[in-house]
Nanobody
Framework: QVQLVESGGGLVQPGGSLRLSCAASGSIFSIGAMGWYRQAPGKQRELVATFSSGGNTVYAESVKGRFTISRDNAKRTVYLQMDSLKPEDTAVYYC???????????????WGQGTQVTVSS
């Protein structure tokens, strides 16, 4: 019923930049919180940056000043601009959104399939 499709991952050298996109589609009545998480090998999934349901932005301390989250509500898309990338940013990046499905009326969390970001020289 609801799909989140990420794009924009890849291989980049340290100090480089990447921009991730996540587009939501399907039977969507409304979207609340929407943002990005990541999971590195052998580690738990962690918050990177998100818009809260109230529209505020929340960033992990490790990415503050380097990553910027933005949102296009008309396109139901959230972006993550990643600058000054470091090897420790290497992970699979997942989009997450809290969605009210049309005709159902319940808020549910959805995940995208993930996109690999590798920072290496």
């Amino acid at each position: 019923q609801v799909q989140l499709v990420e794009s924009g991952g890849g291989l980049v050298q340290p100090g480089g930049s990447l921009r991730l996109s996540c587009a939501a589609s399907g039977s969507i009545f409304s979207i609340g919180a929407m943002g990005w998480y990541r999971q590195a090998p052998g580690k738990q999934r962690e918050l990177v940056a998100t818009f809260s349901s109230g529209g505020n932005t929340v960033y992990a301390e490790s990415v503050k000043g380097r990553f910027t989250i933005s949102r296009d509500n008309a396109k139901r898309t959230v972006y993550l601009q990643m600058d000054s990338l470091k090897p420790e940013d290497t992970a699979v990046y997942y989009c997450n959104a809290d969605v009210v499905v049309s005709g159902v009326g319940l808020l549910r969390g959805y995940w995208g399939q993930g996109t690999q970001v590798t920072v290496s020289s």
